[in-house]
């Protein structure tokens, strides 16, 4: 006799089998037809062939490709910089350092980055100062002030600039704030709608509403840029929340911030109107947001941005390039040290041809996945001369490089695959001996905060240490 409902059961079971199947084979059709990195290309391979099911909806969250070429147009963007390149070209001295020429002109071209000389900076390597500076400067605003942080916590750190926002704002200077969504997702609504009711213009960048448009998970944007009445800013990885004063359960939050005072500021407000104008669709090209500014010191200074709109990679590229000029020494610190295939092959290249190049990165990481698939490194760079550090004192979340007395950088991007191709970010690349000096000798105050990795040592670490590593080093340009 045969038993139908058993059939039925079968072919219902099969079917659903068959449909996935499908879904899964067209799905790596489409991941191999974007031409992607093939690095990345067969991690999603691997992701979606050996984690049924979870691999799927990993990719639908977030590997999915929607690159935003068109979020300005080029008339447009040549109208926000109309008045900083006039600006640029009034200097009467610009003289770029010997040797950093074809770096200058790599992000003039990828990045219409503009060199401005005569700035003032101060480096902030603590929260508690960088946030004193932060108020004393934004409570000093006549004009204007454009806030954009990644994070934006209701905390204590938080409160107090949201605060003294809505109080310059009610004195009528004018306010605008940009929030990432996905970096803010725990502060209430309520903490910014009080902000709006004082007047304050919020938006927040890319907005996620669970199912639709879930690729937005991945594009975020982690710039920390601020500027004040158009001649003050700041830069660097710290964002608006309490860690970054009161650390973390097993030690102090260690980060990176700059005051710039000087024409490079434009750059800054260059940045800011763009991601305005992309949230907000209002471009804002008044001349009072480029004011003309006396020299204020003595550093040059080029603010560069990149984005998944941006299909040059721009800060990388000018990273490769710096690390492959340099003649005594590349010092490097990253919370997350993700290398693209070109970045690890460079700095092995330097590292075995002479040049100095220290990679510091915590000991302990926020995120262990992510500092699991970093280890998975270590041993390539040790073997090729790189000297690593681990940072002990808490978590180094810093992005300083500086190399040969001359070159610094100081910004929101990480040395992995996130920063370089999913985030927005921004950097300041400062050429001056004053500044770099200052850099280096932060660099190796932290590094007496470090242990040295040893190659012998780190290589008798247990072998399922090593065998974890490496499976999420398959993993890593996901991450």
């Known amino acids: 006799m045969i038993e139908w409902n058993q059939i039925v059961r079968l072919i219902a079971s099969w079917s659903v089998y068959l449909i996935y199947l499908a879904v899964i084979v067209s799905t790596i059709l489409v ?45 447009t963007f040549s109208k926000l910089h109309k008045r900083p390149e006039a600006e640029y070209l009034s200097q009467t001295t610009n003289v770029i350092p010997a040797g950093y020429e074809g770096l200058v002109s790599l992000f003039r071209y990828t990045n219409r980055s503009l060199p401005f000389a005569g700035n003032f900076t101060e480096i902030y390597t603590t929260g508690a100062d960088w946030i004193a500076a932060l108020v004393r400067e934004l409570q000093l605003a006549q004009d204007h002030i454009h806030l954009e942080s990644y994070i934006f916590a209701d905390d204590s750190i938080g409160r107090l600039v949201r605060d003294v926002l809505m109080e310059k704002s009610r004195q009528g200077v004018t306010v605008r704030v940009i929030y990432d969504d996905v970096g803010s997702w725990q502060t209430p609504n309520a903490f910014f709608n009080e902000m709006m009711e004082a007047g304050i213009e919020v938006r927040s960048f890319l907005k996620v509403r669970f199912p639709l448009f879930t690729y937005k998970v991945n594009y975020r944007n982690h710039r920390k840029l601020v500027v004040i009445d158009g001649d003050t800013g700041f830069i660097g990885g710290m964002n608006l929340a309490e860690r970054y004063v009161n650390g973390v359960p097993w030690g102090i939050w ?82 997350y040290f993700l290398p693209t295939e070109t970045m690890l092959n460079t700095m092995q290249t330097a590292a075995m041809a002479g040049v100095d190049i220290r990679l510091m990165m915590p000991e302990r990481a926020d995120t262990r996945l992510v500092q699991w698939g970093s280890w998975s490194y270590v041993t390539d760079v040790l073997q090729a001369g790189v000297k690593v550090f681990f940072y002990q004192k808490g978590f180094l979340h810093s992005k300083l490089m500086v190399s040969d007395d001359m070159l610094t950088t100081i910004g929101s991007t990480n040395m992995d695959f996130r920063s370089f191709e999913h985030n927005f970010e921004a950097n300041a690349f400062i050429y001056d001996e004053q500044v770099a000096v200052q850099a280096r000798e932060i660099f190796l105050a932290d590094q007496r905060d470090c242990r040295q990795v040893i190659l012998k040592q780190w290589q008798k670490r247990p072998r399922r240490n090593k065998i974890l590593e490496s499976l999420i080093r398959l993993l890593s340009p996901l991450l």
């Open 31 to 75: 991941v191999v037809l974007e031409n992607r990195n093939p690095v990345k290309t067969i991690a999603w391979v691997l992701v979606l062939v050996f984690l049924p099911v979870i691999g799927l909806v990993f990719y639908i969250f977030f590997g999915r490709t929607h690159r935003r070429d068109s979020i300005i147009s080029k008339r």
């Open 254 to 335: 260690r980060d990176t911030h700059m005051l710039i005072k000087g024409s490079a500021v434009h750059g800054l407000q260059t940045s800011f109107l763009l991601d305005w104008y992309f949230t907000d669709r209002t471009l804002l090209t008044s001349a009072h947001y480029f004011p003309v500014i006396e020299n204020k010191g003595r550093a040059m200074i080029q603010i560069v941005t990149s984005s998944p709109a941006q299909p040059g990679q721009e800060i990388v590229r000018g990273l490769i390039k710096a690390i492959s000029n340099a003649k005594r020494y590349f010092y490097v610190q990253t919370p």
